[in-house]
């Protein structure tokens, strides 16, 4: 191990013991349940959002029987707003995994976790150090970071040689011979230093007790790394919202598992009126204000279109009539939450 590999553990354990975070709901007791649904949330999406969701979903979910027994729907209903529902669709899934073929006790090693839905290389790291007390390394966003500043790394960390590289200074870098808890703050004071010091936009340099081998702060290129991605203008799609308003209840329509938004209720896309609702038409549709709703790989033109109507028979499975303030307690779409709270609920 490179100096520089031992001063990141021996100048971050005792930073993260003064400096770091101590009071995150999911820190009081390290168990292996909250643990993993912490690090499944805190995937692409920080603390502070993070934190408000997790107290709701525990206290609803308590623990990984509860969670395994819930339907997808009162699953992604608590997961409504928080982005990225494919996590919460792995999140059930692991949960049923564990309860029906590991008899309801978490795999230990990061090797097992990380055949789990949803559970990268990371992420399983992460559980392993801080429910088990294992030795792994983690490389999330904000570890990435702060490597590619330490070590001076001037490639994009997404290309496989420059990934390949960051895995290895990663592993390296980990306290030589740190006991369980020493590896538990070490890991933590990563994660610290990129969420509150080491941050993409004006980093508190001053405040990083790496500074004096950092790279990018002795070469004066902080603002400069890491490298971003390169960028090609996303492109940009359309859809119709077709709201269709019968006594002052709206129809949703569940979409199907795989997609986006997957196995949440949104308002149909296509109209209607020859469907077996066999909805008849009270009055001209007319248009609401368009949205847009940018994703990771593409932005979404919405074109809302309120339409009241008279339902002839009771929705299928797929659909269902309910009053705003019922929509909003299931599990939809952040564009539809939009519309809902701004034109449907006084």
């Known amino acids: 191990m490179s100096k520089a590999m031992r001063f990141i553990a021996d100048q971050l354990i005792p930073w993260q013991k003064t400096s770091g975070r101590h009071d995150l709901p999911w820190q009081q007791k390290y ?3 909250a643990v993993w649904l912490s690090e499944v949330m805190l995937q692409q999406t920080q603390v502070g959002t993070v934190i408000p969701y997790f107290q709701r979903f525990i206290s609803k979910f308590p623990d990984i029987g ?4 819930a339907s997808i729907d ?15 669709r792995n999140l059930h899934r692991t949960a049923r995994m564990i309860v029906h073929e590991f008899h309801g006790i978490f795999p230990q090693s990061r090797e097992a976790l990380q055949q789990l839905p949803g559970i990268g290389r990371s992420t399983a790291a992460a559980i392993a150090v801080f429910a088990f007390g294992q030795r792994d390394a983690i490389l999330d966003g904000n570890v990435k970071r702060i490597f590619a500043r330490f070590f001076g790394i001037d490639r994009y960390s997404g290309q496989s040689e420059t990934l390949t ?3 290895r200074l990663a592993e390296e870098s980990l306290p030589q011979h740190g006991n369980p808890d020493e590896l538990k703050v070490y890991t933590q004071a990563l994660m610290d230093l990129g969420a509150t010091v080491c941050v993409r ?3 508190l340099c001053g405040q990083c007790p790496l500074r004096t081998r950092c790279v990018a702060y002795i070469q004066d290129r902080v603002a400069l790394l890491p490298v971003s991605k390169p960028r090609n203008k996303l492109p940009e799609k359309e859809t119709v919202f077709m709201i269709y308003r019968h006594e002052n209840k709206l129809l949703l329509e569940k979409r199907p598992d795989e997609g986006i938004w997957g196995g ?6 296509v109209e209607l009126n020859q469907s077996t609702l066999k909805l008849k038409k009270k009055s001209r549709s007319f248009a609401l204000p368009q949205l847009r709703h940018t994703f990771t790989h593409f932005r979404l033109l919405i074109r809302p279109c309120l339409q009241d109507v008279v339902a002839n028979n009771e929705a299928s499975a797929a659909f269902v009539w309910k009053s705003p303030e ?4 299931l599990g939809i779409p952040v564009p539809v939450k939009k519309i809902i709270q701004q034109y449907f609920v006084s």
Do not use: H, I, T
């Open 165 to 167: 590289k960051m895995w």
């Open 264 to 269: 949440l209720w949104c308002f149909p896309e």
């Open 326 to 329: 019922d929509a909003l307690m």
């Open 201 to 203: 936009n004006r980093p």
């Open 31 to 33: 168990d292996p349940y």
């Open 74 to 88: 009162d699953v992604l209903a608590s997961w409504s707003g928080l982005g990225y529902y494919s996590r919460a």
């Open 66 to 69: 509860s969670l395994a027994q």
